[in-house]
């Protein structure tokens, strides 16, 4: 069996609705490694985020953060990091374009600094994930330096009229995409990242090709790495759109879809 680079997405797909690692879907993916097999995460999620998962695989690939804005290696500082924040002015015109509709919250990051505009502890819970710096308050203020993402965050019926604006107003300049359940977030990066940017330039670093790329995801931010990986599986649990475009459909995030695909896929039982 040829090295195959496995790409795995976190939330709804290598993680449980408990945000564990199954330990079945943990002990398949040390039997690939055993085999030679590569293995990474590219996530929306920032590192500070991630690395529990990163740590607990025993990873020693580069990883994708912030849906491709973010791309690094934890184990090889000489790797050449790539991050690609929004220019400031582009986040200034996206705040004051949507300042019409009802949000309730902005939260830009930059890496692991967290701003957000409006002090809200459920938020809190969220972006304290790995101890980073908070700062708290008016972004246009705070936000001094261009940022990795930025997070809008609106009442469930306003998040389809916040993106068809973005579309109509600013789709030469951002990339956006809508968090999964329960968040009802928008997430804007810069125009031209995506998953699949990141799965690339790691399996190009690796030197394994793209037919032998297999990913697993199951939300729209994994829309462009499900259509670039040799073989892209979708769980279970994903959306529709993703499952149409996916060479496969596994089980779900909790149903070891991730190892039971594996298993039979790279003989690994």
């Known amino acids: 069996m040829k090295q195959h680079l496995i790409v795995l997405d976190l939330d709804g797909t290598l993680l449980t609705d408990q945000h564990t690692?199954?330990?079945?879907?943990?002990?398949?993916?040390?039997?690939?490694?055993?085999?030679?097999?590569?293995?990474?995460?590219?996530?929306?999620?920032?590192?500070?985020a991630s690395n529990?998962?990163?740590?607990?695989?025993?990873?020693?690939?580069?990883?994708?953060?912030?849906?491709?804005?973010?791309?690094?290696?934890?184990?090889?500082?000489?790797?050449?990091?790539?991050?690609?924040?929004?220019?400031?002015?582009?986040?200034?015109?996206?705040?004051?374009?949507?300042?019409?509709y009802q949000y309730e919250n902005l939260i830009a990051e930059v890496i692991d600094d967290v701003y957000i505009h409006v002090e809200d502890k459920s938020m809190m819970d969220i972006f304290r994930?790995?101890?980073?710096?908070?700062?708290?308050?008016?972004?246009?203020?705070?936000?001094?330096?261009?940022p990795t993402s930025l997070l809008i965050h609106a009442d469930e019926q306003n998040v389809p009229l916040v993106r068809k604006h973005l579309q109509e107003v600013h789709a030469e300049l951002i990339e956006h995409r809508r968090w999964g359940a329960p968040f009802n977030i928008v997430e804007v990066v810069r125009k031209g990242l995506n998953k699949a940017?990141?799965?690339?330039?790691?399996?190009?670093?690796?030197?394994?090709?793209?037919?032998?790329?297999?990913?697993?995801?199951?939300?729209?931010?994994?829309?462009?790495?499900?259509?670039?990986?040799?073989?892209?599986?979708?769980?279970?649990?994903?959306i529709s759109k993703l499952k149409s475009i996916a060479d496969e459909v596994t089980g779900t995030n909790n149903e070891d879809g991730i190892a039971d695909f594996l298993m039979d896929r790279l003989k690994l039982a």
């Open 129 to 146: 994930m790995g101890n980073p710096k908070v700062t708290i308050g008016n972004l246009r203020g705070n936000l001094s330096e261009n």
């Open 52 to 100: 529990i998962y990163y740590q607990e695989l025993g990873l020693t690939t580069p990883i994708v953060n912030f849906n491709g804005a973010y791309i690094h290696h934890p184990r090889n500082p000489s790797w050449q990091a790539i991050h690609s924040p929004i220019d400031m002015k582009v986040v200034h015109d996206v705040i004051d374009s949507v300042d019409k």
């Open 197 to 238: 940017v990141g799965v690339s330039l790691v399996a190009k670093y690796l030197g394994i090709p793209r037919e032998r790329i297999i990913a697993f995801g199951d939300e729209d931010n994994d829309l462009e790495m499900i259509d670039y990986a040799g073989i892209g599986v979708a769980m279970g649990n994903g």
């Open 21 to 48: 690692i199954s330990p079945k879907t943990k002990q398949t993916l040390m039997k690939a490694k055993e085999a030679g097999h590569q293995i990474m995460i590219a996530t929306g999620r920032p590192f500070r």
